[in-house]
């Protein structure tokens, strides 16, 4: 058993163009994104955990390294945790006509068809693979120890969707990870089982001023949802 800190990243350059950013895209956090780090640094400094591991994307481990900093801990890279891969449409202009097949895909996974990848992209049983198989190594690494881990909201969402057991899998539809947004899962590893519980989701409330302020309207979407 083990505690993960599941945090997503702060605000980068994608989330104000709105681009699809799995490894071809990679950009860095914005201004408002090196503060809203250096609070959650600031907030993680009185927190107990032994660990740090960040996705290998950018805006992650940018994030990574204001904790890093402050909690005098390496930083140790999980390549399985980058978000979601989304083939072609990383490729393609931030357009509503994109966003509007990214969505489709991903509820369509949740509509009885996981099999269905992006194209050139991943499927949700392969996304919810590699999101296992990080996991699993932080499990190992921190041998029951608390963890934070620094990543994305899309694979982060997938990934504990199929790992909770005690919220539904809805529950994401309805609530939005914000960045920096913090959520505290309790994990079991048992033999090659993996599951848990979520003890808190989505914490923002230590941001301050121009970091607290988080509105990213996607196209089509209702501003409360997020896939």
Request: with cysteine; aromatic share 10%; charged share 30%.
């Given at each position: 058993?083990?505690?993960?800190?599941?945090?997503r990243?702060?605000?980068?350059?994608?989330?104000?163009?709105?681009?699809?950013?799995?490894?071809?895209?990679?950009?860095?956090?914005?201004?408002?994104?090196?503060?809203?780090?250096?609070?959650?640094?600031?907030?993680?400094?009185?927190?107990?955990?032994?660990n740090?591991?960040?996705?290998?994307?950018?805006?992650?481990?940018?994030?990574?390294?204001?904790?890093?900093?402050?909690?005098?801990?390496?930083?140790?890279?999980?390549?399985?945790?980058?978000e979601v891969n989304?083939?072609?449409?990383?490729?393609?202009?931030p357009?509503?006509?994109?966003?509007?097949q990214?969505?489709?895909?991903?509820?369509?996974?949740?509509?009885g068809?996981?099999?269905?990848?992006?194209?050139?992209?991943?499927?949700?049983?392969?996304l919810?693979?590699?999101?296992?198989?990080?996991?699993?190594?932080?499990?190992?690494t921190?041998?029951?120890?608390?963890s934070?881990?620094?990543?994305?909201g899309?694979?982060?969402?997938?990934?504990?969707?199929?790992?909770?057991?005690?919220?539904?899998?809805?529950?994401?539809y309805?609530?939005?990870?914000?960045?920096?947004?913090?959520?505290?899962?309790?994990?079991?590893?048992?033999?090659?089982?993996?599951?848990g519980?979520?003890?808190?989701?989505g914490?923002?409330?230590?941001?301050?001023?121009?970091?607290?302020?988080?509105?990213?309207?996607?196209?089509?979407?209702?501003?409360?949802?997020?896939?």
């Open positions: 058993m083990g505690l993960i800190y599941f945090i990243h702060a605000e980068s350059i994608v989330n104000v163009t709105r681009e699809f950013s799995h490894k071809l895209v990679d950009k860095s956090l914005t201004k408002k994104g090196k503060k809203q780090a250096s609070q959650l640094a600031d907030y993680l400094k009185e927190i107990e955990f032994t740090l591991f960040s996705s290998p994307m950018k805006r992650a481990y940018e994030t990574s390294r204001y904790i890093s900093k402050k909690k005098n801990l390496p930083i140790q890279v999980i390549e399985e945790i980058r989304v083939g072609d449409l990383e490729k393609s202009p357009s509503e006509e994109a966003w509007n990214y969505f489709e895909i991903a509820r369509s996974w949740y509509q068809t996981p099999e269905r990848r992006f194209p050139n992209g991943e499927n949700m049983h392969e919810v693979k590699r999101f296992y198989t990080g996991v699993k190594r932080i499990l190992e921190s041998s029951g120890e608390p934070v881990l620094i990543g994305h899309g694979i982060f969402i997938t990934g504990l969707a199929e790992v909770l057991t005690n919220i539904d899998r809805r529950f994401f309805d609530n939005r990870w914000l960045n920096c947004g913090i959520s505290t899962v309790e994990l079991t590893l048992n033999e090659e089982n993996l599951s519980k979520l003890i808190q989701f914490d923002i409330s230590f941001l301050k001023g121009e970091a607290s302020d988080q509105d990213y309207p996607l196209p089509n979407q209702n501003k409360k949802k997020n896939i």
